[in-house]
């Protein structure tokens, strides 16, 4: 068995496009609801599209073409990076606060939340730990403490800002990558323990986390304050029907929903495209995510392995929880749609980590098979 480039992986090329495109014209529909605020609506789409889409593409199509082995020796230095940029919003006069949440760094031209780099990051430095450890003796010491000591490390930064949604992706993907290393099982339920209590305190000392479950558990309760946005969010999604209003007629975008170019972006695609676009939008991330995990299994280096599945996982655990929360399947979270809401950076560092897949993907094994002569 052995490795030969090929050319990047057309299947997930064709649904990536399909993702992006498509989210344009979903975000282009949901802008609608600023033509009201002219000025914020340009910045807003320029933004997106010059820095987001095709400043992320260009970047794209850079990084599919750089050698994979300098990969593996940013690892380290990328995660650092990304750790201080994060630590500089609890610094006075960096951190923008907005919504009662510190997530924003603004450098006056451009803003941006430091946690879209850190996932990634925080991704890519786990695989290459997960690499060097996979043929060493698997103990507590090079399995449990290095997954315990990158969450607590994430945890510190993303809690205290505070960015609950983000920190629990970023914990799933994790557990993900450290049980399909092959660790042990009291391991993998002793991470799920420390989950459970962590999860118990956070909604103890939380209010906001324990409004969301009350929330979830009971859509009518407090409909005008806690339920309004999801309440608003079931109203825009059973309005659509099975084929929908139709782009640019959705009624709840433009005085009834919060959020509409972000968190509830799902519910005007729902209202305007009906039952049939939005199940056929969550039908393209099932497939790009399944596709992407055959890019993991066919690669022969286990580091590109295990990047290409915390990636996957990032992308789709990220935009199905956004999905289930908008139509009460989970409580409530503030994560964006990726390649569809609103954040210019957010979509530049999405394209970037779909460049690494593509480039991951020309790698793959061929295996020889034996001819047998009569």
């Known amino acids: 068995m052995n490795e030969k480039r090929f050319s990047i992986d057309r299947p997930l090329l064709i649904l990536a496009i399909t993702l992006i495109g498509s989210g344009l014209l979903f975000f282009l529909s949901a802008s609608l609801s600023l033509l009201d605020k002219k000025e914020e609506l340009s910045r807003i789409i320029t933004t997106q599209i010059f820095l987001g889409l095709v400043g992320g593409s260009i970047s794209a199509y850079i990084v599919t073409k750089i050698p994979l082995k300098y990969l593996k020796s940013i ?7 990304s750790i201080i940029l994060t630590a500089l919003l609890f610094v006075p006069g960096v951190g923008v606060k907005i919504s009662g949440a510190t997530r924003w760094i603004n450098l006056g031209f451009i803003s941006f939340q430091p946690a879209e780099i850190l996932k990634y990051a925080i991704v890519i430095y786990y695989a290459a730990w997960l690499a060097y450890s996979e043929k060493k003796e698997k103990t507590i010491w090079n399995t449990l403490i290095p997954i315990l000591v990158v969450l607590g490390v994430t945890g510190g930064l993303l809690l205290f800002q505070p960015d609950t949604d983000t920190f629990l992706i970023i914990s799933i993907t994790c557990i993900a990558m450290f049980f399909l290393s092959g660790a042990k099982w009291k391991y993998i339920l002793g991470l799920f323990a420390i989950g459970i209590i962590l999860g118990g305190i956070l909604i103890a000392y939380r209010p906001y986390i324990f409004s969301r479950i009350t929330t979830f558990m009971n859509p009518n309760h407090d409909p005008l304050g806690s339920s309004y946005q999801i309440r608003q969010s079931l109203i825009a999604v059973g309005s659509g029907g099975m084929t929908g209003r139709g782009f640019g007629q959705s009624v709840q975008k433009f005085k009834y929903l919060p959020e509409p170019l972000s968190d509830s972006i799902y519910a005007v695609v729902s209202e305007e495209f009906g039952f049939i676009g939005s199940i056929g939008l969550v039908i393209v991330y099932i497939l790009f995510g399944l596709r992407g995990y ?13 990047v290409v599945v915390g990636i996957v996982s990032l992308v789709v655990l990220q935009s199905l929880l956004n999905i289930a929360s908008t139509i009460a399947l989970f409580p409530l979270s503030g994560l964006p749609l990726v390649f569809v809401s609103h954040g210019g950076t957010a979509l530049f560092f999405s394209l970037i980590s779909l460049g690494i897949i593509l480039n991951i993907s020309q790698y793959q094994k061929t295996i020889k098979l034996p001819i047998h002569r009569r």
Do not use: L
């Not at 690892?75 to 990076?81: C, E």
């Not at 066919?298 to 590109?304: E, P, V």
């Open 294 to 306: 055959v890019i993991a299994i066919r690669t022969n280096d286990t580091f590109h392995k295990f």
């Open 75 to 81: 690892a380290f230095p990328f995660v650092v990076i």
